[in-house]
């Protein structure tokens, strides 16, 4: 029996694929964007020395490494949800063409059910019932863990 909690986590990663794509494309962007403003930095020098110090590291050595933690962080979400795409694609693949074509219009395309049953010339509560059986056959391929964590 599948968990309830995994089918309504899975219709939701199905709902948000295109977002979930797009915000891997835009944490692309924005590791690029705080690379090049770090490797920008450099330090600033005055006429005048002051006196010693016992500080160890400077500010633009702490601004560095902090943007360094901020593209690290970045980093590790936009490979999460390439790994979460990747899954879905990988369990998209095992459906048959019917059941894979009533998920791309209903999730990733965000057509009704009466839509996709007139694009695919069938009634669309059969078109729900064919969506669900293939989401029970995809979540225990994407969620891996949760299958051997029990």
Do not use: Q
């Not at 924005?30 to 005055?46: L, N, P, R």
């Not at 669309?124 to 064919?130: A, L, M, Q, V």
Request: proline share 1%; charged share 30%; glycine share 6%.
């Amino acid at each position: 029996m599948i968990n309830k909690d995994l089918l309504k986590k899975t219709e939701g990663v199905l709902l948000n694929y295109k977002t979930i794509k797009a915000e891997i494309n835009n944490l692309l962007l924005e590791i690029e964007e705080v690379e090049a403003e770090y490797k920008g930095v450099s330090d600033i020098t005055y006429g005048e020395k002051t006196g010693a110090t016992n500080k160890f590291n400077s500010s633009v050595e702490n601004e560095v490494l902090n943007k360094i933690k901020v593209v690290e962080k970045l980093s590790r979400e936009m490979e999460s949800k390439k790994r979460l795409i990747s899954k879905i694609d990988n369990a998209m693949g095992t459906l048959e063409e019917t059941e894979k074509r009533i998920i791309e219009l209903r999730c990733f395309e965000g057509y009704n059910w009466n839509k996709v049953g007139m694009i695919l010339n069938m009634d669309g509560d059969y078109c729900c019932r064919i969506k669900r059986a293939a989401i029970n056959k995809i979540i225990p391929l994407v969620w891996v863990f949760n299958k051997y964590a029990n």
